[in-house]
């Protein structure tokens, strides 16, 4: 009985595993009470469905005069997501199943288990995404949508000195700067005029002229006739102050064109440096992922995720590559090389495992109905268009993002969907997802709304999410691509609204902060506030790349490179929030506030700490608790076997009724090398010693093993590479405004 007490309130005091501390990130964690040691193994997770997260962990009880007793128990929870802080609050928790092996006392037994679920469900912890999505890694039922994208090849510059390549969205639009003899670009993110026969484009510190718009031939110039200089003032916004920028410092190059393309380059004559246990070459004097295969002689680029292939960088005839084709020294390419961030775009990889996860990964969010607002705005009266084969129609003359299903208008701002009888509102928070939106092909320019989600709704509140495919990130056989290759016709009229574009912006993947962009060799190329909104870059806006500038001698592998300028880039207030509701200023409830409101019975002045025992104990699937050793061995520390039990449909709530995604068929996952962390000193055991049993390694455990020590990898370089102070917000750029 005493130790039913101390099991009971212990369960009773975990609300205090939700407190907003790194500290609460460690585990295992444990509770004091009175001498007596109460710990919480990490949670070992077994499928995420939508924004339920289903999973089950060990306990144990270690009493002070007694031996300690094992147990574990399956849980499912609601993911509350901040993916800027890569944390993740578990609330709503539910009990289906505890299980006590050596628990004999039946009676006991199940008043223990009512007294659990009574406590635990009533709160909340919290964890860190890494390990959430290294964990995950285990899941046998998780596969993502195959995006049926567009890979056709840009068309792809190379050039060896520093270069620009400027985009202009289709043919040239020339729009009259009002009160002025000036002309100006209407389609494009760049400030370029006309005067008479010349044209002058303004990027960075640089003028450039040239009497032809689309072409390389363009000349840096001192000589800029006043009237233009005051019209770029008027129009460009203050630049904001650079930081110091590392490598060539030279007057770039400039490229236009009017066409999808990419720009890669070298600094002088292509350096090639061997990949080491490969027959791989890659370019060490280029900010660009460039690497020839020594058996084919090809080149391949890696671009928005994606491989393009070419017997030459200079002669433009590239070819997409089927991640399935790519030679098979690409996986071989260690992870530690100066080259190893190309491994998340190379299938079968964990990096490419962890892509996917992220990809599956939801930010979520609390709307509150009655606060929560959006307003369209046309150019002129709606217009709507149909879209091939299916029963959507969307309207095009508009910002935002519109739908007519059924009779019924649906707009989606900032990953909320809203309803409205008529086309210009009034609109309200929407508790009802369209099944119709599955139907939209990627080849529509509306087709990022499908990954907005509908889960749970109140009177009060409805509970939101969406996954990286809202913010163009889409999953292609075994990788994670940008954008969905498709050429989306922007609107002209009075207004100009661009649309999303793949190409042109140098998108590079990176796992703690997703896509950048990089355009120009510092920033102040374009205004984004002033052309156009979010359109080109879609919901989460421009976010500028951790890279460009940044790669000190190109190549300096992964820590060197991408995380200095990762850390360079958030320090100086250029890091992008990667969650879309926070450009809201009104109508997102924070996660304290849910989670205030869902624990009516909370004990604040309980508190836990990091256990200083080894991070070592799992239950396997039915409920038996083993522990591993330094050595891989494996022992089980319940007496008594234990069977699988029966679990109810764990996603299976009430008020979830909004459509799920597609699935498709489980995927196997990755093998990988286990690395055993340093063990801290175990607190000494008062339980008998155990006869012996051989040393065994359950292949599920195992693998539960090596994805933790991953996860706990990933969340130490998150934690250790993050600036301190917190970034300066970018004003979000005006939606509902195009471009005149």
């Excluded at 110091?244 to 004559?269: F, H, M, R, T």
């Amino acid at each position: 009985m005493k130790t039913l007490r101390l099991i009971c309130f212990f369960l009773a005091t975990l609300t205090s595993l939700s407190a907003n501390s790194e500290e609460n990130l460690v585990w295992p964690r444990e509770i004091d009470v009175d001498g007596n040691i109460i710990t919480l193994y990490q949670p070992q997770l077994e499928s995420l469905n939508k924004n339920i997260l289903d999973g089950r962990m060990a306990i144990s009880v270690n009493p002070k005069d007694s031996e300690i007793i094992f147990g574990a128990l399956w849980f499912n929870a609601t993911l509350l997501t901040d993916m800027d802080n890569r944390t993740a609050d578990l609330v709503k928790l539910e009990i289906p199943m505890i299980k006590f092996p050596d628990v004999e006392d039946e009676s006991q037994l199940q008043k223990l288990k009512e007294l659990i679920i009574s406590d635990l469900e009533a709160i909340n912890m919290k964890m860190s995404l890494d390990r959430i999505i290294a964990d995950l890694e285990d899941v046998e039922n998780l596969e993502l949508l195959n995006d049926k994208i567009n890979n056709n090849p840009p068309k792809i510059y190379y050039r060896s000195s520093p270069s620009v390549l400027v985009i202009i969205d289709g043919d040239p639009i020339l729009k009259k700067v009002e009160k002025s003899n000036l002309e100006y670009v209407q389609n494009t993110p760049f400030l370029i005029l006309k005067q008479k026969s010349d044209y002058y484009l303004k990027g960075g510190d640089y003028w450039y002229k040239s009497n032809e718009l689309v072409t390389d031939n363009w000349s840096v110039t001192k000589s800029v006739p006043k009237e233009v200089e005051k019209v770029a003032a008027q129009m460009m916004e203050e630049p904001e102050e650079e930081p110091e920028l590392e490598g060539n410092n030279a007057i770039p190059d400039v490229i236009v064109s009017s066409v999808p393309s990419e720009l890669i380059s070298s600094d002088g004559k292509l350096e090639y440096e061997s990949i080491k246990g490969t027959s791989l070459l890659f370019v060490k004097n280029s900010e660009n992922d460039i690497i020839m295969d020594i058996n084919s002689q090809h080149h391949f680029v890696l671009i928005n995720g994606r491989w393009f292939s070419s017997k030459t960088l200079e002669d433009g005839d590239w070819t997409f590559t089927e991640p399935s084709d790519l030679p098979d020294d690409f996986a071989k390419i260690p992870e530690n090389a100066t080259i190893g961030t190309v491994r998340a775009s190379v299938p079968g990889t964990p990096e490419a495992q962890e892509a996917k996860y992220e990809q599956q990964m939801p930010q979520t969010a609390v709307v509150d109905r009655k606060t929560a607002t959006v307003t369209v705005e046309y150019d002129g009266n709606p217009k709507f268009e149909k879209i091939e084969n299916s029963n959507v129609q969307y309207a095009i003359n508009t910002a935002s993002t519109v739908l007519l299903i059924n009779g019924k208008y649906y707009c989606v701002d900032d990953g909320i969907w809203f309803e409205s009888a008529k086309a210009t509102g009034p609109w309200a928070v929407s508790d009802n997802r369209p099944a119709e939106v599955d139907e939209i092909p990627p080849s529509a320019p509306v087709y990022n709304v499908k990954y907005v989600y509908i889960y749970d709704s109140t009177p009060d509140v409805v509970y939101v999410g969406y996954t990286p495919g809202y913010c163009h990130s889409y999953w292609y056989n075994g990788c994670v691509f940008y954008g969905t290759g498709y050429y989306y016709r922007p609107w002209y009229g009075h207004y100009y609204y661009p649309r999303p574009w793949t190409f042109g912006f140098g998108v590079h993947y990176n796992p703690y902060t997703g896509w950048g962009f990089s355009v120009g060799l510092s920033y102040g190329w374009f205004n984004m506030r002033y052309y156009g909104g979010y359109g080109y870059w879609g919901p989460a806006g421009y976010r500028h790349g951790y890279r460009h500038g940044y790669h000190h001698g190109y190549h300096h592998g992964y820590r060197n490179g991408y995380l200095a300028g990762y850390r360079a880039g958030y320090a100086n207030g250029r890091y992008d929030s990667r969650n879309v509701y926070n450009r809201r200023d009104r109508g997102i409830k924070s996660t304290r506030d849910v989670r205030n409101t869902s624990l009516p019975n909370r004990r604040d002045n309980v508190s836990s700490r990091p256990s200083t025992r080894p991070n070592n104990v799992y239950t396997d699937r039915d409920g038996n608790i083993l522990r591993r050793d330094n050595n891989g061995n494996w022992q089980q520390e319940n007496k008594r076997p234990s069977t699988r039990p029966d679990l109810p449909n764990k996603s299976a709530r009430p008020g979830n009724n909004t459509s799920t995604r597609p699935a498709t068929r489980p995927t196997q996952p990755v093998e990988r090398p286990s690395t055993r962390p340093t063990q801290p000193t175990q607190r000494p055991s008062t339980r008998p010693t155990q006869p012996t049993q051989p040393a065994t390694r359950p292949n599920n455990l195992e693998r539960d093993f090596n994805n933790r020590n991953r996860g706990t990898t990933r969340y130490n370089n998150f934690q250790n590479n993050r600036p301190a102070a917190t970034p300066r917000s970018r004003p979000a750029p005006a939606r509902s405004g195009g471009r005149r």
